[in-house]
Nanobody
Framework: QVQLVESGGGLVQPGGSLRLSCVAS????????LRWYRQAPGKERELIAA????????NYANSVKGRFTISRDNAKNTVYLQMNSLKPEDTAVYYC?????????WGQGTQVTVSS
């Protein structure tokens, strides 16, 4: 059974940091590209970070570039999102995603709220 379980969300003040984790099971984690998406209230789901299966190449949305870092630990079947210099506009539900054609797996999401 495929599972992706996110954790690490919460309430943080502007300028603060959080690290999200997503633990996967039920598939060959190391063979999948991994992504983080987010969805703010009333907005479409947005792809914000991705890391490749081979070589660990990373890509970021302009909105988070320079502040967020995606990484993976294949030995632990875990993908991380380190979020620094958080802004109120980063408030959203954050989802991890594992993708390898034709498979597309999603976690349940974790809420991140940036507010003073």
């Amino acid at each position: 059974q495929v599972q992706l379980v996110e954790s690490g969300g919460g309430l943080v003040q502007p300028g603060g940091s959080l690290r999200l984790s997503c633990v996967a099971s039920g598939f060959t984690f190391s063979s999948y590209e991994l992504r983080w998406y987010r969805q703010a209230p009333g907005k479409e789901r947005e792809l914000i970070a991705a890391i490749s299966d081979i070589g660990g190449r990373t890509n970021y949305a302009n909105s988070v570039k320079g502040r967020f870092t995606i990484s993976r630990d294949n030995a632990k079947n875990t993908v991380y999102l380190q979020m620094n210099s958080l802004k109120p506009e980063d408030t959203a539900v954050y989802y991890c995603n594992s993708w390898r054609t034709p498979y597309d797996y999603w976690g349940q999401g974790t809420q991140v709220t940036v507010s003073s």
